[in-house]
């Protein structure tokens, strides 16, 4: 016999009102009794009428929230089509998703973002956050008002946020160190090239990285790691100048967006070909400059399912009260080169 919310209800020792708005969003009760709820349904094996919930949503949208980095680089084009795709596989079911973009990671942008998404009254948040204590406040808050947040692309540590969407940075920056350590044969130099200060993925990336060289290879020796803010201008600026300063650099490791900018200026310096670089990111231009033999490694992280996968877990969450089985979804770390890009 299936599981009724009155049952759920009586071994909980609330309304069965307080049973509907803890498993569907449908309004404010308390993270604790919510959460207790949840873990009855699911010990019971509850299984919502989908068929009833989807018609009552059409009278009633369920809205949720994306903000996302805007498609500055290819890498966010792709992600952004993750998105997308989750969108319309939703709106099938009677659920709108309200996405909003905003330039890097500004911290005054993200927090009035959230806020106008608010005010549209969604039920879920997707974010890739930037790495702020306001930030951290306002996503707790929102859990203590029962909107589940899932953060992507960028993680954000000491929040009550439901899960991550993204790549293990920190071990994808160890990988990379492994990589450099291989193609550089006698060690030297390497620079380091992050994104943005705020970006927590990017900050991890560089700290996998250079702790993996110090501990593992002490032939190797890194420079303090600069900031492109993911643009290639800015990136090639960045690769002349210590270039001039260090005509013996050995490698670049590019763990942001921007990476043309490296491309540029080592062909304008007559370095290519001999500083070995690895970036992130199986987008086409980085594929091309891989081909040319401009880049040494690709790592991939899918985009996509970056994209992708936080729409439709914050969409079973609110439409069947379904929590999801971690709180990491690990995308993959593919290393790619010429010969199997």
Known sequence: MAVTLKQIA???GVSRGTVDRALYNRGR????????????????????????????????????????????????HLLRSGIDDAAREVS????????????????????????????????????????????????????????????????????????FVGQNSELAGRTCAGLVNAITNDGGLVLPISGYHYNHSHALRIHGFCDEIK????NLRTLPAVYCQDDETTTQELTEQTLRRHPDLKAIYMAAGGQAGVSRALDRMGYAGKVRVICFDLVPNNIQNLLDSRIDFLIGQDAHTQGFQPVMLLFDRVFSGKSPETRYFYTDISIKNKYNV
Do not use: W
């Not at 930037?130 to 930030?135: C, E, G, T």
């Not at 501990?215 to 002490?218: R, T, V």
């Open 92 to 163: 099938t079911m009677g659920c709108e998703v309200l996405i909003r973009e905003g330039i890097g990671l500004d911290v005054d942008v993200q927090l009035q973002l959230i806020d106008e998404l608010l005010a549209e009254d969604i039920s879920g948040l997707a974010i890739c956050p930037a790495d702020d204590p306001r930030i951290k406040k306002k996503i707790n808050a929102l859990v203590d008002a029962g909107i589940p947040v899932v953060t992507f692309n960028a993680d954000i540590d000491d929040t009550k946020r439901m899960c």
């Open 10 to 12: 009586e071994l909980a």
């Open 215 to 218: 501990k593992s290879f002490p």
């Open 29 to 76: 009760v308390k993270p604790e009794v919510a959460e207790r709820i949840r873990k009855i349904a699911d010990d019971l094996g509850y299984q919502p009428n989908r068929a009833g919930k989807a018609l009552a949503m059409t009278h009633r949208p369920m809205k949720l929230g994306v903000i996302a980095q805007a498609t500055e680089t290819p890498f966010m």
